[in-house]
């Protein structure tokens, strides 16, 4: 899963994002770029809800990655 943030999201908008990631079992990578930042999820997401995600503060996107099958 990909989580982008909107153009110059605040750092606290980005830390609540991290602190639901973590709270929900998960670890991330983290790539911050001039604009935005790309949170990249690691594992199985399927028990995350894209919707909870998207409507929180600062993020733009939410992009799920489908496995291989």
Do not use: C, W
């Amino acid at each position: 899963m990909l989580i982008i943030t909107k153009k110059n999201s605040p750092e606290e908008a980005l830390d609540q994002v991290k602190e639901y990631l973590v709270n929900e079992g998960f670890d991330f990578h983290q790539s911050t770029g001039a604009d935005r930042t790309i949170i990249g999820v690691i594992g199985n997401t399927l028990s995350l809800d894209e919707g909870v995600i998207a409507s929180m503060p600062g993020v733009h996107q939410v992009v799920r990655i489908r496995p291989d099958v």
